[in-house]
C-alpha cells in the first residue's frame, strides 16, 4: 500500500483525475465510482479535463459502491442521483453504462447476486474510488462485515446514519438499509484509491492503514491489495505513525513510478 500525505483536498484530486485519466486512456474501461463528499474534489477535477483538456468518458462504464434501501424514486439523495448530478452529467459517459444497485427492487438479495455478476461480466473494475466512513466502512461495509462478502444488503450503524444525516432533512430520513458491493467484491478491483481529509477521519485512517487486518476495520482490506494508494491530507494523516516515512517515500519517489 502506498500512502500518500498531500497538501490540500485539491492535490488530492489532481492525483485522483491522474490515476483515473491513465485508465480512461486505456481500452475499455471500467471505473468504480463512490459518493459521499471526500471524492467530490477529484470529480471537479475530472470535469474540468473533460471540458478543457477534452479528457474523454466515451466508451466507459462505471460501476457504483452502494445504494440505500426503500428512498422513493428519483429521491435527491439516492446515490444513482448523486453520482450523475456530482460526476456523470457533466462529462461523456453513455448513462446506460453508469450503474447502481437498485434499492427499490422487489428481492433484494436477487438484485446484489445480478449486481455482483454485472461487475465481473464487464470484467471487473480497473480502478476503484473509496472514501472511507468514521468508522472505517467502506462503501457500506460496517464494521465486522466478512472480508470475503459480496454485493448484500446490510444494516447501518447508528454512527453511519448520524454522519450522513446532513444530506437528509433529519437523521430519522436515513435510510436504515443498504445495499453494498462487499469487501470481496471491492478487492476485485484491480487498483483501489482512498481519499480522508480532516481530523473526524484520522482516526480510522490510522486503523485502515496502520492497525490489524481486520473485519473491525473494513478498510484494513486495503493492507492485503495488490494495488492500494491512499491519499490524506495532513490532518487525516494525523494519527499515522510511519507518517515521516510516507513522506520519505514520497521524497525519492523514482520518476517512472506513478500511482
Ligand atoms: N457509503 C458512503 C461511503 O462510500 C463514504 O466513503 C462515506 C464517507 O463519506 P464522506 O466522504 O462524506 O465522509 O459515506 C458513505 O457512508
Known amino acids: 500500500m502506498e500512502v500518500v500525505i498531500c497538501e490540500s483536498a485539491e492535490e488530492i484530486g489532481r492525483h485522483v483525475a491522474d490515476v483515473f485519466a ?15 463528499s471526500s471524492p467530490l474534489v477529484a470529480y471537479q477535477e475530472l470535469i474540468r479535463r473533460h471540458r478543457e483538456d477534452g479528457l474523454s468518458f466515451a466508451g466507459t462504464t462505471a460501476f457504483l459502491l452502494d445504494e440505500y434501501v426503500g428512498l422513493p424514486a428519483g429521491h435527491p439523495e ?14 461523456d459517459i453513455d448513462p446506460a453504462d453508469v450503474h447502481s444497485p437498485d434499492g427499490g427492487a422487489a428481492d433484494l438479495p436477487a438484485e446484489c447476486a445480478r449486481y455482483d455478476a454485472a461487475i465481473g461480466a464487464a470484467g471487473g473494475v480497473h480502478v476503484q474510488l473509496l472514501g472511507i466512513g468514521t468508522d472505517g466502512h467502506i462503501g457500506f461495509n460496517e464494521p465486522m462485515s466478512s472480508l470475503s462478502s459480496r454485493t448484500r444488503p446490510k444494516t447501518l450503524t447508528q454512527q453511519t446514519r448520524d454522519d450522513n444525516a446532513r444530506f437528509f432533512g433529519s437523521v430519522d430520513e436515513v ?77 525519492h519517489k523514482p520518476e517512472w513510478q506513478g500511482f
Open 22 to 36: 491513465a485508465v480512461l486512456r486505456g481500452p475499455a474501461p471500467v471505473i468504480g465510482l463512490a459518493t459521499g
Open 78 to 91: 439516492s446515490y444513482a442521483a448523486v453520482i450523475r448530478r456530482e460526476l456523470t452529467e457533466h462529462v
Open 175 to 251: 435510510p436504515r438499509h443498504v445495499l453494498t458491493q462487499g469487501l470481496g467484491t471491492i478487492g476485485t478491483a484491480r487498483h483501489l484509491v482512498m481519499v480522508a481529509t480532516g481530523t473526524a477521519k484520522a482516526e480510522a485512517v490510522a486503523a485502515a492503514v496502520e492497525g490489524p487486518l481486520s473485519a473491525r476495520c473494513p478498510a484494513s482490506i486495503l493492507q492485503w491489495h495488490q494495488h492500494a494508494t491512499v491519499f490524506v491530507d495532513e490532518a487525516a494523516a494525523s494519527e499515522l505513525e510511519f507518517a515521516d516515512y510516507y513522506r520519505h517515500a514520497l521524497a
